[in-house]
Every structure is written in structure tokens, then in C-alpha cells.
């Protein structure tokens, strides 16, 4: 299997652990972000069975409602099964897309200020830049959330339950707790 897919799996895990405060940071993303999750369930996910649709919407949960080794399990149900492998590789480009169209952004606003940034200034706004690259991710998880939230519940809304734990899959007659309703 991709190690990258781990990796980005991993990785993303880890990023959305970080409280996205800003979303007005990104409003100019949202309805971008909102067509390519539309875009990516329709040519990605619905035709996966209901299951693997879970899989998914699971690993958009907030991280603080949500154990991490239950997410990491999550991400590992997503490494090992390959015919998840498509949408899971189209949801690292989708992510990345956004990311380097923020990126970008913010470094034209850099070189186009007036006055040349001092080192410190550089090391700063390379800090920030970071901190929003993590919220930006968080951002995106919590659309794709929304939208594959609404596209499961409207298929079966009795299913949409926790589906990990910290030793992996729930057996399907054992998910009491279920997924938090989108605030959309």
C-alpha cells in the first residue's frame, strides 16, 4: 500500500487536532471547498458501499470529540482497504490544492509589501502561515463533514454512528454514540 497515503493520513490527523478559530480566514475558500467535496463525493465516494462512506466521514470528525487512536485506526482502515485507495488519494490532492492556493496567496501578499521584511519578520510570518495552513485543513475537514454528513443521513441517518475505537472497528450492532448533526 502508499506509504504516502499513511503519511498524509497521519498527518492530517494531526493537523486537524489544531482549534480552526479563524474561518473567516477562509471564506473565500468555502464555496470552493464546498464544490470540490460535492465533486469528490459524487466521482469518489457514492459509489463505495455505506460502510466505506463511514470510513470516511469518520476521519472528518472533530478531533475533540473523538480519541486520536480512534482516528488513527480509522486511518489505517483507510490504508489497508484498496478499493478505498482512489478517494483517499483524491482527498490528499483536493487538500493539497487548497493549501497551496493559500500558500500562494499569502506569499504574494509578502512580496508585494512595500518595505522588505527583516529576518524575524520572514520567521514570523512563516510561523503564522503555518498555524493557518493547520486551520485551513481543519476548515476543509469540517466542510467535508458537512456535506458527506448530509449525503449519508440521506441514505440512512439510523447508521451515522462512531464507527472506531481505540481497538479498532465497532461491530455495526455495537455504535451507540453517534456522529455530532453539521452545524450547516
Not at 464546498?34 to 469518520?58: C, G, H, R
Not at 470529540?65 to 488519494?89: S, V
Not at 467535508?144 to 448530509?150: G, Q, S
Request: charged share 20%; hydrophobic share 40%; net charge negative.
Amino acid at each position: 500500500m502508499n506509504k504516502h497515503i499513511l503519511a498524509f493520513a497521519l498527518a492530517t490527523a494531526s493537523i486537524i487536532s489544531v482549534n480552526a478559530t479563524g474561518h473567516a480566514s477562509f471564506s473565500g475558500f468555502s464555496r470552493s471547498i464546498q464544490q470540490s467535496a460535492d465533486k469528490w463525493i459524487t466521482d469518489s465516494v457514492a459509489t463505495l458501499s455505506y460502510e466505506d462512506q463511514l470510513t470516511f466521514l469518520n476521519l472528518f470528525v472533530d478531533p475533540t470529540i473523538n480519541p486520536i487512536e480512534a482516528t488513527i485506526k480509522c486511518i489505517q482502515t483507510l490504508q489497508e482497504n484498496i478499493e478505498l485507495t482512489p478517494a483517499t488519494e483524491q482527498l490528499q490532492r483536493n487538500v493539497q490544492t487548497f493549501i497551496e492556493k493559500y500558500i500562494e496567496a499569502m506569499q504574494k501578499k509578502l512580496e508585494n509589501r512595500a518595505v522588505v521584511p527583516t529576518q524575524e519578520e520572514l520567521t514570523e510570518f512563516y510561523q503564522k502561515l503555518e498555524t493557518k495552513v493547520y486551520e485551513l485543513v481543519a476548515y476543509f475537514y469540517q466542510l467535508y463533514y458537512e456535506k458527506l454528513y448530509v449525503h449519508l443521513a440521506n441514505q440512512d441517518s439510523t447508521k451515522l454512528a462512531f464507527m472506531f475505537n481505540e481497538q479498532g472497528i465497532i461491530a455495526p450492532e455495537k455504535r451507540t454514540q453517534f456522529l455530532p448533526k453539521p452545524t450547516i
